[in-house]
């Protein structure tokens, strides 16, 4: 069993559908990341969590450490949304450990 | 906010010759850098870790020999494929760590990655 498991693995949406993108982990963390990568591979760092909540434009990242949960929620989908999103945690090495991405199309 | 360049962006070398890979960091200094390889539809495997000054840490199975890292200054880590075999095709991406401004956690900051095929 991986350490981080990410679900779904694919998601197609039509444009201005809400989209969830779960994380879970089971391992101890310093702080979760979400992570964005575009077809070109280029990687874009989304957020860093370690409680609560957090928002940027139309992505929301939220994490319950209880439950060692993590969702990544994109409001009003758009194509230039699409792409692979990756769940990664730090751990208390410094090291990231990463989920094996969702890879999220979204249609016009 | 912290950026790290990295170049090439794309390469094809012939087997046998050496492939070198730089990432920068633009505007912050990067005392610790990581080194990923990437296939087709899969996730990130860490190669090494590089601490500026020292010497890298290979994780298992991976030839240290083969992945020459070096990070002699704390703006500059190089990643040289020598020998290079079509095997080692690949997408190799470098990451730096980033110390926060508040709380304790680092942050990271990626490379926009080498695309390298070897023919």
């Known amino acids: 069993k991986n350490e981080v498991e990410q679900s779904p693995q694919n998601l197609t949406a039509q444009e201005g559908e809400f989209i969830t993108i779960n994380c879970s982990y089971s391992v101890g963390i310093s702080a979760l990341h979400w992570l964005q990568q575009h077809p070109g591979g280029g990687i874009v760092s989304l957020f860093m969590?370690?409680?609560g909540k957090k928002k940027h434009g139309r992505l929301i990242a939220t994490i319950n450490i209880q439950e060692k949960h993590s969702s990544l929620h994109i409001t009003a989908s758009h194509p230039r949304d699409s792409a692979v999103y990756i769940c990664a945690v730090g751990n208390s090495k410094g090291k990231l450990i990463f989920g094996t991405g969702t890879r999220l199309q979204v249609f016009p | 906010g912290a950026v790290v360049s990295q170049h090439p962006s794309r390469v094809i070398c012939k087997s046998g010759t050496s492939v070198k890979i730089e990432c920068r960091s633009l505007?912050?200094?990067?005392?610790?850098m990581f080194w990923y390889r990437q296939f087709p539809k899969q996730s990130l495997m860490l190669m090494a870790t590089?601490?500026?000054?020292?010497?890298?840490?290979?994780e298992q199975g991976v030839e240290k020999d083969k992945f020459l890292i070096n990070h002699a200054s704390l703006t500059l880590s190089t990643l040289t494929v020598t020998s290079a075999h079509p095997e080692d095709s690949s997408f190799y991406i470098c990451s730096a760590r980033v110390l926060p401004k508040t709380g304790s956690n680092y942050g990271y900051t990626f490379g926009s990655g080498t695309r390298l095929t070897v023919v």
């Open positions: 969590l370690s409680s």
């Open positions: 505007d912050f200094q990067a005392t610790t």
């Open positions: 590089s601490n500026e000054g020292s010497k890298a840490t290979y």
